[in-house]
């Protein structure tokens, strides 16, 4: 565990096997600042929201390609995660990678935010991206305008 690190436990047997890994942790923590540990319900983001997302990649591909070649849905998806996501640096053992695109966000808050960002990115460059009437993200976006 590192600081800002998330844990997700699926029953109380995988929880109760971290214990000694916390513990071992702890140890090694200096507390220079507080340390907070903060047990929160996992809500993580539907594969609608998912599907939605990666629908709109293809949208704005089809409205960007022709003026910007490189303008593919993947193209859309990694531009989108770096301009709201952003990047962090990656260690693995003495390996540095600096600048790494940012994975989606795993919960439903987080990635109802980020696909706001992108409709709204969208929207001021005259895309309007598609909002089926049944979709996690168009009940979040209903519920929020309420």
């Known amino acids: ?3 800002g690190d998330h844990v997700k436990f ?10 000694p890994l916390l513990l071992k942790r702890l140890d090694s923590w200096d507390f220079s600042s ?10 993580p983001k539907s594969e609608g929201q998912n599907n939605l997302f990666h629908k709109w990649c293809g949208e704005m591909s089809s409205e960007f390609i022709g003026k910007v070649p490189d303008a593919t849905k ?7 995660k770096k301009m709201f996501l ?3 640096t990656i260690t693995v053992g003495k390996y540095v990678y600096p600048d790494q695109i940012m994975p989606l966000p ?27 009437q ?6 979040l976006k209903r519920k929020q305008e309420e």
Not at 74 to 80: A, S, V
Not at 115 to 132: C, G, I, N
Request: aromatic share 12%; glycine share 4%; net charge neutral.
């Open 134 to 139: 049944y979709n996690e993200f168009t009940a």
């Open 86 to 88: 952003g990047t962090q």
């Open 106 to 132: 795993t919960q439903k808050g987080e990635m109802y935010h980020f696909m706001e960002q992108v409709y709204h990115w969208a929207a001021k460059r005259d895309v309007l991206l598609s909002l089926p």
């Open 34 to 43: 507080p340390l907070v540990l903060k047990l929160q319900r996992c809500d």
């Open 10 to 19: 699926k029953s109380r047997r995988d929880a109760e096997a971290y214990i």
């Open 1 to 3: 565990m590192n600081e």
């Open 74 to 80: 993947e193209g859309m998806k990694f531009m989108m």
